[in-house]
């Protein structure tokens, strides 16, 4: 039986739920948290049918231990992390999370597990990701050692304990004003991560209704100077990515190669920043160019569709 508690969170996606869930008992965990969005007002005709076939399936679902969690209305992607966190930690002191549309590798599980055990009393570490996304994409390895650090978290796949998501995570990051300056001046942000976050960060501050829940997380984790750890392998192929992005960034990480991490871990010697793994993510996601040369993308893709349409 595992022994580290485990979130999983679904909403329409009947098929990919049923795989998982399938996933879920061959590991056996002896605590299950299972929660489903609300419907929203405006879904169509085969949203109304998968989300509730996706509740057909989680209400079938037998195993001892699980808690299933149904909300009637939708509470969307802002405070989504926030509630169902906060009703999981009331429990329990670390947690495992898992989305409908993140397929583990089996070693998955078992590397959460260990982390959460060995950096449980490092204040430093706040975050652990199942992906490793430099290896998804390219088949190898950016580091010879079995895990390393990164300041950016991921979620595709990942894990966290009570203490450090309640001390550092607001969905509607309250603080924003009082830390602005403090943030964009830190040495460790380069300007295209400033101009990144300063964009987002005041517009989640601003717009309540803004649906991101993620980026606040790096925020509180980026502002704090916490870290993350990766493996040195890929575990989690994410496959929401195989029907809504359109972006050339959403495409690159489609279809992500994933591979066993091999056990007992090799011990690291050195709690650095892996900044050849963040300067990849950081052209990959977090680099907001200027104006002028996001101007010329925009009509680069705007071309590029014209020619092939």
């Not at 990051?173 to 040495?187: D, E, G, Q, R, S």
């Not at 892996?274 to 990849?280: E, M, R």
Request: hydrophobic fraction near 35%; proline fraction near 4%.
């Amino acid at each position: 039986m595992f022994n580290t508690p485990i979130l999983f969170l679904t909403y329409k996606r009947p098929k990919e739920t049923k795989d998982i869930l399938n996933i879920l008992l061959k590991i056996k965990p002896k605590k299950l948290y299972i929660f489903q969005d609300g419907m929203k007002n405006k879904f169509l005709k085969d949203e109304i049918q998968n989300h509730l076939d996706t509740t057909k399936i989680i209400k079938k679902f037998k195993m001892l231990n699980s808690k299933k969690i149904f909300y009637k209305k939708n509470l969307g992607q802002r405070i989504i992390g926030y509630k169902i966190l906060k009703h999981v930690f009331k429990y329990e002191d670390k947690c495992i999370i898992l989305e409908d549309d993140c397929i583990p590798d089996k070693s998955f599980f078992k590397y959460c597990s260990i982390m959460l055990k060995k950096y449980k009393n490092d204040d430093t570490v706040a975050h652990i990701s199942g992906c490793n996304l430099f290896y998804g994409i390219y088949k190898k390895k950016i580091s010879d050692i079995d895990y390393f650090f990164s300041k950016y978290p991921h979620f595709m796949g990942w894990a966290t304990w009570k203490n450090r998501w309640k001390k550092n995570y607001d969905p509607n990051i309250v603080n924003w004003p009082k830390y602005k300056n403090t943030f964009l001046k830190k040495n460790n942000l380069k300007p295209g991560e400033k101009r990144f976050f300063k964009f987002y960060l005041d517009k989640i501050y601003k717009d309540k209704k803004y649906s991101a829940w993620d980026v606040q997380w790096v925020y509180y984790n980026l502002l704090n100077d916490l870290k993350t750890v990766v493996p040195g392998v890929n575990l989690i192929k994410n496959i929401g990515y195989n029907s809504s992005p359109t972006g050339q960034s959403a495409r690159k990480f489609r279809n992500l190669f994933t591979k066993n991490l091999k056990f007992p871990l090799k011990k690291i010697n050195e709690d650095k920043i892996n900044f050849k793994y963040d300067n990849f993510l950081y052209d990959s996601f977090y680099n907001r160019k200027l104006l002028f040369f996001r101007f010329l993308n925009k009509l680069k893709y705007k071309f590029k569709y014209f020619f092939t349409h």
